[in-house]
T-cell receptor
Framework: NAGVTQTPKFQVLKTGQSMTLQCAQDMNHEYMSWYRQDPGMGLRLIHYSVGAGITDQGEVPNGYNVSRSTTEDFPLRLLSAAPSQTSVYFC????????????FGQGTRLTVV | QQQVKQSPQSLIVQKGGISIINCAYENTAFDYFPWYQQFPGKGPALLIAIRPDVSEKKEGRFTISFNKSAKQFSLHIMDSQPGDSATYFCAGGAGNNRKLIWGLGTSLAVNP
């Protein structure tokens, strides 16, 4: 069972470069989200989607774009990388509804130099 | 604003001891309170969760205690083991809103 798969696991970018973090889930979950995790800051929601074609902003959306063309995939795009975007990024999915369990990917460690 | 406050930030416990992590929430609409466990290099994984219609839920060595009037809930790890060393996150969620509001996490180290 693959669950939630994130690629790449590690990435180094130069300031100003753009890239896409990939996230795919094979559980037919409606709800997908992207978080960033920084030391002492917990998990901060970047963007989320409640279904194909529907996305919305979380608490820290600036500098990131998302799209949801299929149920399975939810890529996160960094438009112009900045050192402040150095972080560990997690994608999560859940079926939705009450008491829903969120399943997380293994994370992408991004360094912007 | 931080709607779920978690303490302590870090915790060191001896093997066999009890680990206690506390969370307090502000949003009275929250009706789902999960705890997630995260090992280094891994994503968080659901450990145990509670709804406010019960005051306690126990799964093995892990227990959630819930105090609705105080808007507080806590995770107790009995007979703590070195394998429990991880970061623990509490969270709150409301109704069918699948956006969880997270605490900042507690780094637990269990010494052998």
């Amino acid at each position: 069972n693959a669950g939630v798969t994130q690629t790449p696991k590690f990435q180094v970018l130069k300031t100003g470069q753009s890239m896409t973090l990939q996230c795919a889930q094979d559980m037919n979950h409606e709800y997908m989200s992207w978080y960033r995790q920084d030391p002492g800051m917990g998990l901060r929601l970047i963007h989320y989607s409640v279904g194909a074609g529907i996305t919305d902003q979380g608490e820290v959306p600036n500098g990131y774009n998302v799209s949801r063309s299929t149920t399975e995939d939810f890529p996160l795009r960094l438009l112009s990388a900045a050192p402040s975007q150095t972080s560990v990024y997690f994608c999560a999915s859940s079926q939705g509804g009450r008491e829903t369990e969120a399943f997380f990917g293994q994370g992408t460690r991004l360094t912007v130099v | 604003q931080q709607q779920v406050k978690q303490s302590p930030q870090s915790l060191i416990v001896q093997k066999g001891g009890i680990s206690i992590i506390n969370c307090a929430y502000e949003n009275t609409a929250f009706d789902y309170f999960p705890w997630y466990q995260q090992f280094p290099g891994k994503g968080p994984a659901l450990l145990i969760a509670i709804r406010p219609d019960v005051s306690e839920k126990k799964e093995g060595r892990f227990t959630i205690s819930f105090n609705k009037s105080a808007k507080q809930f806590s995770l107790h790890i009995m007979d703590s083991q070195p394998g429990d060393s991880a970061t623990y996150f509490c969270a709150g969620g409301a109704g069918n809103n699948r956006k969880l509001i997270w605490g900042l996490g507690t780094s637990l180290a269990v010494n052998p």
